[in-house]
């Protein structure tokens, strides 16, 4: 059995973790091949796919970013005369034919499971990952990466708290407003940080 892994969207902590993770599993447990998609679905259009076994999975673990590289390139996406630019699920499904993939592993938040969506409308074998700092991905309960994100937020913003408070006058600018961009880190910081004086997340 052969199967294409790809990391698609925004950073987030443990991806090459999760790479590692899955790949390891498939190639050692169960005896398959896996392929790496590099660029998210870019990789899928431009043909751009490599062999992984154990030797290219080594020193993964604390390893940030992703190995296999990103973008946000939406294939599904219509031009406004309602016909796609190009035949790109076309040449999705090509790629994947050529290279004789059973299974498609698809490692991203919210826009990339709407992508794999649309490739297993298509027939395409699809596993999706959720993978998020703002733990917003429908139908999961917490995505990987999003208890790290809280964590070194938390650890930033009190090592600030810490360095402000020398200041005479004492100066609450430093850590005493806190914009957030997401409900679910917004509440989860406001916890940890219950000393702290923060501003309600945006849409709350």
Known sequence: MKVGILTSG????????????????????????VY?????????????????????????LNLGGTILGTSRVKPFKRRGSGAFSEDKPAILLQTIKDHQLDCIVCIGGNGTQKTAARLAEMGVNVVGIPKTIDNDVWGTDVSFGFDSAVSIATDAIDRLHSTARQWKPRRNSAASLLRLYTKENGTHLSVRLSRHLLSPPRNM
């Open 10 to 33: 925004g950073d987030c902590p443990g991806i090459n973790a999760t790479i590692r993770g899955v790949c390891k599993a498939a190639v050692n447990h169960y005896g398959m091949e």
């Open 36 to 60: 790496g998609i590099r660029n998210g679905f870019r990789g899928l259009l431009d043909d751009d796919i490599v062999r992984l076994d154990n030797n290219s999975l080594t020193g993964l």
